[in-house]
């Protein structure tokens, strides 16, 4: 079994910060990392490698120094690494960057299931992974809880959704989003950190991917971003200190006079 | 390809240099250069006062007849009998798009053995036009023929706006139909608005609603967007009148290769964490697992659903389900109440969409309370208690 996992590098959100004086956001000291939850899609493939015979490569669209997020990837014990980088793609929206990474899955060949976070967490949209699939034309499931592999053909699914539970059953090849519920993710071992230092990564543009550059990056996009503000401030906040009785009726009275319901 | 600089309107005030959140823009002696750091943000073209910034536009491709499309339809979502409040919320805002475009307004309702009453419910909402397909293969949801018979309808009736909610369901088969229309979606918008031209100005959080931006679809059709619950208003229009039109579809919209075992329905109410009106959230401050059972008794006595910070999860104190945050779910009830928990930006991000938030916490400097509508500096464990009195006190007094 081939497994690919989609990964994106995206600021670690622990540090993006707005400045109070000027809105914009604070970039320094703003470290990149993995995608949390395309950690927990590099666990889900590891976990089906623990169990069956299954090769897992790890690919990322994104600048040059992307190479890092392959990298720990590597490190955590996956098997190969692609990195999707040319100046072409810069600017993609959800829709040119799924046509990019379904390209180099179809590059790939002999890919039987590819694994993506539920979201990246800068952009949240939640949506290359089904676009994805649907370029590749693959069934998919999101929210994706728990894997399990039947056959060499079938995965049995568990996703999580906003009333329950589904339990669905998927031909391969196909695509499937996952959530934190699969697992945390590994910790790189020493073994697979001197390999992932010593591993050639293949960095594929817009040629080798046998894309037209008209429809990778910004001018593959539908979409486009007219405006970016800071969110407006909450203007009414109200502190309460004082003895515990007195906060308790504070609180209570400002809550009926918010008309809060459950009061 | 990087935001474009018209050197002539170009005055090198530097403004830009600064508001750059990419570091991409320096300023030399009498020009400045934008580097390949650029991510085409737009956030400079924003700030310059002179014109001089602009981003190189998006890919056209063959022009489409953008004129041959009208309408704004809204995906009314049923699951199981019923339809999700979003759909009623979004009839509301979309009612708001059709009249500025002076379109009709439609409900796309899919599903098995559909109830007439959830067509009149779907009309008195705003809908001029409901069309319903009902097929025993639309009886639990499956992306792809959700999809395909959505994709179906659009190349049919050619609406010009099609909005869905930002639930588990549309955020997982509306990516498809976009996909498979060749159209643009921007999800998980917290407003709507519509220009002159028709565009559809679709303004969404993002950086973990650090920043706010404002997409367009400028060159293909239907525009779509998916919708946070709970954001938009819905109003119900007495008197209004509308039609029904049952939909034929050919049977390969209902093909799917994914076959549903089961599904098994959340039993535990307390989890229903993005439908509740009300949550309570408990972390780290509980100090132990037993102590949770604050957290419980005062969610069963104003009828909210339980939440937890990452922390309280990690620890093991509550299931995952419950989780609030980045890497758990978002959240925007009425009321928010978050008990001991310090508020770290992976929490924050999952809950501030919420319209009262109250903070209870003994560490007056704790970051939650920079979102908190009310902010108790209170030790919880002699706090909660009492507020929990207070409550029982006052129903007692008032029955």
């Given at each position: 079994?081939?497994?690919?996992?989609?990964?994106?590098?995206?600021?670690?959100?622990?540090?993006?910060?707005?400045?109070?004086?000027?809105?914009?956001?604070?970039?320094?000291?703003?470290?990149?990392?993995?995608?949390?939850?395309?950690?927990?899609?590099?666990?889900?493939?590891?976990?089906?490698?623990?169990?069956?015979?299954?090769?897992?490569?790890?690919?990322?669209?994104?600048?040059?120094?992307?190479?890092?997020?392959?990298?720990?990837?590597?490190?955590?014990?996956?098997?190969?690494?692609?990195?999707?980088?040319?100046?072409?793609?810069?600017?993609?929206?959800?829709?040119?960057?799924?046509?990019?990474?379904?390209?180099?899955?179809?590059?790939?060949?002999?890919?039987?299931?590819?694994?993506?976070?539920?979201?990246?967490?800068?952009?949240?949209?939640a949506q290359?992974?089904p676009?994805?699939a649907t370029?590749?034309?693959?069934p998919y499931a999101t929210f994706v809880?728990?894997?399990?592999?039947?056959?060499?053909?079938?995965?049995?699914i568990s996703r999580q959704t906003d009333e329950g539970v589904e339990i669905w059953k998927l031909?391969?090849?196909?695509?499937?989003t996952?959530?934190?519920?699969?697992?945390?993710?590994?910790?790189?071992?020493?073994?697979?950190?001197?390999?992932?230092?010593?591993?050639?990564?293949?960095?594929?543009?817009?040629?080798?991917?046998?894309?037209?550059?008209?429809?990778?990056?910004?001018?593959?996009?539908?979409?486009?971003?007219?405006?970016?503000?800071?969110?407006?401030?909450?203007?009414?906040?109200?502190?309460?200190?004082?003895?515990?009785?007195?906060?308790?009726?504070?609180?209570?009275?400002?809550?009926?006079?918010?008309?809060?319901?459950?009061? | 390809?990087?935001?474009?600089?018209?050197?002539?309107?170009?005055?090198?005030?530097?403004?830009?240099?600064?508001?750059?959140?990419?570091?991409?823009?320096?300023?030399?002696?009498?020009?400045?250069?934008?580097?390949?750091?650029?991510?085409?943000?737009?956030?400079?073209?924003?700030?310059?006062?002179?014109?001089?910034?602009?981003?190189?536009?998006?890919?056209?491709?063959?022009?489409?007849?953008?004129?041959?499309?009208?309408g704004v339809w809204v995906f009314a979502e049923w699951r199981e009998g019923t339809i999700h409040q979003v759909s009623y919320e979004l009839l509301s805002a979309g009612r708001?798009?059709a009249?500025?475009?002076?379109?009709k307004l439609s409900a796309v309702l899919l599903g098995h053995r559909l109830d007439q009453s959830i067509q009149e419910e779907l009309v008195s909402y705003g809908a001029d036009v409901v069309y319903v397909v009902d097929h025993p293969e639309l009886a639990h949801f499956r992306d792809e023929a959700y999809s395909k018979a959505v994709v179906e309808l659009i190349r049919q009736k050619k609406p010009?706006i099609l909005l869905a909610g930002a639930t588990s369901m549309g955020r997982s088969f509306i990516p498809r139909v976009a996909a498979l229309v060749?159209t643009?979606l921007?999800a998980d918008c917290?407003?709507?608005?519509?220009?002159?031209?028709?565009?559809?100005?679709?303004?969404?959080?993002?950086?973990?609603?650090?920043?706010?931006?404002?997409?367009?679809?400028?060159?293909?059709?239907p525009?779509m967007a998916t919708v946070r619950p709970k954001v938009m208003?819905p109003e119900k229009m007495?008197?209004h009148q509308g039609r029904v039109e049952r939909m034929a579809l050919p049977e390969e919209c209902f093909k799917s290769r994914v076959e549903v075992l089961q599904v098994i329905p959340e039993q535990?109410q307390?989890?229903k964490l993005t439908e509740a009106?009300?949550?309570?959230?408990?972390?780290?401050?509980?100090?132990?697992?037993?102590?949770?059972?604050?957290?419980?008794?005062?969610?069963?006595?104003?009828?909210?659903?339980?939440?937890?910070?990452?922390?309280?999860?990690?620890?093991?104190?509550?299931?995952?389900?419950?989780?609030?945050?980045?890497?758990?779910?978002?959240?925007?009830?009425?009321?928010?109440?978050?008990?001991?928990?310090?508020?770290?930006?992976?929490?924050?991000?999952?809950?501030?969409?919420?319209?009262?938030?109250?903070?209870?916490?003994?560490?007056?400097?704790?970051?939650?309370?920079?979102?908190?509508?009310?902010?108790?500096?209170?030790?919880?464990?002699?706090?909660?208690?009492?507020?929990?009195?207070?409550?029982?006190?006052?129903?007692?007094?008032?029955?």
């Amino acid at each position: 079994m081939h497994i690919a996992v989609c990964i994106k590098q995206v600021p670690d959100t622990k540090n993006v910060r707005i400045d109070p004086d000027t809105h914009t956001l604070v970039r320094q000291g703003v470290e990149s990392i993995i995608n949390p939850f395309d950690l927990f899609a590099v666990e889900a493939a590891l976990k089906i490698k623990d169990e069956t015979q299954a090769t897992i490569t790890v690919l990322t669209m994104g600048p040059p120094q992307a190479d890092e997020a392959l990298r720990d990837a590597l490190s955590r014990g996956v098997d190969d690494a692609v990195l999707l980088s040319d100046r072409a793609f810069a600017g993609s929206d959800t829709w040119a960057t799924s046509t990019t990474l379904a390209a180099a899955v179809r590059k790939m060949g002999d890919v039987d299931v590819v694994l993506c976070g539920k979201q990246a967490v800068d952009g949240d949209t939640a949506q290359v992974g089904p676009e994805m699939a649907t370029f590749l034309d693959m069934p998919y499931a999101t929210f994706v809880k728990k894997i399990e592999v039947l056959d060499g053909s079938a995965l049995k699914i568990s996703r999580q959704t906003d009333e329950g539970v589904e339990i669905w059953k998927l031909p391969t090849p196909c695509l499937l989003t996952v959530i934190k519920e699969v697992g945390e993710p590994r910790l790189p071992s020493l073994r697979h950190k001197m390999r992932a230092k010593k591993a050639t990564i293949p960095v594929w543009g817009v040629a080798d991917l046998g894309l037209a550059p008209e429809n990778v990056g910004l001018s593959g996009s539908f979409t486009q971003v007219v405006r970016v503000f800071s969110p407006p401030r909450r203007t009414d906040r109200v502190l309460i200190q004082g003895p515990i009785e007195e906060q308790v009726e504070q609180l209570f009275r400002h809550l009926k006079e918010s008309k809060v319901p459950g009061l | 390809m990087k935001a474009i600089v018209d050197r002539q309107k170009c005055t090198v005030c530097g403004v830009c240099t600064d508001v750059c959140p990419f570091g991409a823009i320096s300023l030399k002696e009498t020009f400045i250069e934008i580097s390949d750091e650029c991510t085409l943000c737009g956030m400079c073209v924003d700030t310059c006062e002179f014109g001089a910034l602009s981003l190189p536009e998006v890919g056209t491709g063959p022009a489409e007849d953008l004129a041959s499309y009208k309408g704004v339809w809204v995906f009314a979502e049923w699951r199981e009998g019923t339809i999700h409040q979003v759909s009623y919320e979004l009839l509301s805002a979309g009612r708001k798009l059709a009249d500025k475009r002076g379109v009709k307004l439609s409900a796309v309702l899919l599903g098995h053995r559909l109830d007439q009453s959830i067509q009149e419910e779907l009309v008195s909402y705003g809908a001029d036009v409901v069309y319903v397909v009902d097929h025993p293969e639309l009886a639990h949801f499956r992306d792809e023929a959700y999809s395909k018979a959505v994709v179906e309808l659009i190349r049919q009736k050619k609406p010009e706006i099609l909005l869905a909610g930002a639930t588990s369901m549309g955020r997982s088969f509306i990516p498809r139909v976009a996909a498979l229309v060749k159209t643009g979606l921007t999800a998980d918008c917290t407003e709507l608005d519509i220009s002159e031209e028709g565009l559809m100005l679709q303004t969404r959080p993002a950086f973990g609603g650090n920043i706010m931006a404002t997409i367009v679809c400028p060159n293909r059709r239907p525009q779509m967007a998916t919708v946070r619950p709970k954001v938009m208003r819905p109003e119900k229009m007495k008197d209004h009148q509308g039609r029904v039109e049952r939909m034929a579809l050919p049977e390969e919209c209902f093909k799917s290769r994914v076959e549903v075992l089961q599904v098994i329905p959340e039993q535990d109410q307390t989890a229903k964490l993005t439908e509740a009106d009300i949550i309570v959230s408990g972390g780290r401050g509980l100090r132990k697992s037993e102590n949770f059972s604050i957290i419980e008794e005062l969610a069963q006595l104003i009828k909210g659903a339980v939440g937890a910070s990452r922390g309280a999860v990690e620890e093991g104190w509550i299931a995952p389900s419950h989780q609030v945050g980045q890497t758990g779910r978002t959240v925007a009830p009425t009321l928010y109440m978050a008990v001991g928990i310090a508020g770290a930006i992976q929490h924050v991000v999952g809950m501030q969409g919420s319209k009262v938030i109250v903070a209870v916490n003994k560490d007056p400097q704790a970051p939650i309370f920079d979102v908190a509508t009310y902010g108790v500096v209170a030790d919880l464990f002699e706090f909660m208690p009492a507020f929990i009195r207070k409550i029982k006190q006052e129903r007692g007094e008032s029955s």
